[in-house]
C-alpha cells in the first residue's frame, strides 16, 4: 500500500471514519482524465476512512486535464489496469474526462474490471463521461442512470433509462450503480458513494 492509499488514522493508530476497512478501485487512463472527477471522490473517499487504489494503464502518471483542455494536477497511480483485479474491493469508480473516457471504453483490462465489480454485486460508480465504458461493457442495459448530457443518445441505444439528475442511484439490478453527469455535480456524487459503502 502506497501512502497515497493509506486512510486517516486516530492517534490510536486505528482508521477513522465511517469507510474504515472499505476499499475503492478506481480506473483510469494515463491521459485526459478530468482531475476534479478523479481527485474529488478520491478525498472524500480517504477522508472517511476508505483505502483507495488507482489503477492506470500503465506504470506512469496520470497527466490530468481541467474542462478537457489546460493540463491538470499530476496523480501517480498504485497500480496497473492489466495488474488490478476486483478481489478485495468493495467498490470501482469510473472518473470522467472525454479523453479518458473514450480510450477506457476500449480497453479490455478496463471492461473486464467493471463486469467484475458488477458480477460479484459490488457497487459501479461512474462520472460525466466515465458511463461510456458501461456502455462497452453492457452495464447500461435495463439501468436507470445519468451522465454528461452528450452520452445521453449512447446509453439510451444501449438500452439505459436516462435521467438529468445530479446523480442517480439505481438499486435496481445485482449491483448498485451509482452516476452523475459534471464536476458540478461531484459533491452529490461522492456522497452517494460513501452512503452506499456505509450501509445507508
Excluded at 451522465?147 to 439505481?170: F, K, M
Aim: proline content about 6%; charged content about 25%.
Amino acid at each position: 500500500m502506497s501512502s497515497d492509499q493509506k486512510p486517516d488514522r486516530k492517534p490510536d493508530g486505528k482508521p477513522d471514519g465511517k469507510l474504515a476497512g472499505k476499499s475503492v478501485l478506481v480506473l483510469t487512463t494515463n491521459y485526459g482524465t478530468e482531475e476534479p472527477e478523479l481527485r474529488k471522490p478520491v478525498a472524500v473517499l480517504r477522508e472517511n476512512g476508505a483505502r483507495v487504489t488507482i489503477a492506470a494503464q500503465k506504470d506512469e502518471a496520470v497527466q490530468t486535464v481541467v474542462s478537457d483542455r489546460g493540463p491538470g494536477a499530476l496523480v501517480e497511480p498504485d497500480t496497473t489496469l492489466a495488474r488490478a483485479t476486483a478481489d478485495g474491493y468493495d467498490a470501482v469508480l469510473v472518473p470522467g474526462g472525454t479523453v479518458n473516457a473514450d480510450r477506457l471504453r476500449t480497453d479490455a483490462d478496463a471492461r473486464r474490471l467493471v463486469s467484475a465489480f458488477a458480477a460479484a454485486g459490488k457497487p459501479v460508480a461512474a462520472v460525466c463521461h466515465g458511463p461510456w465504458l458501461l456502455v462497452d461493457s453492457g452495464l447500461a442495459r435495463g439501468r436507470e442512470l445519468t451522465s454528461y448530457p452528450s452520452l445521453r443518445a449512447d446509453l439510451e441505444n444501449a438500452g439505459g433509462i436516462w435521467r438529468d439528475r445530479e446523480v442517480v442511484v439505481d438499486a435496481s439490478g445485482a449491483h448498485l450503480l451509482i452516476t452523475s453527469r459534471r464536476p458540478s455535480d461531484l459533491d452529490a456524487f461522492a456522497a452517494a458513494i460513501v452512503r452506499a459503502l456505509a450501509g445507508g
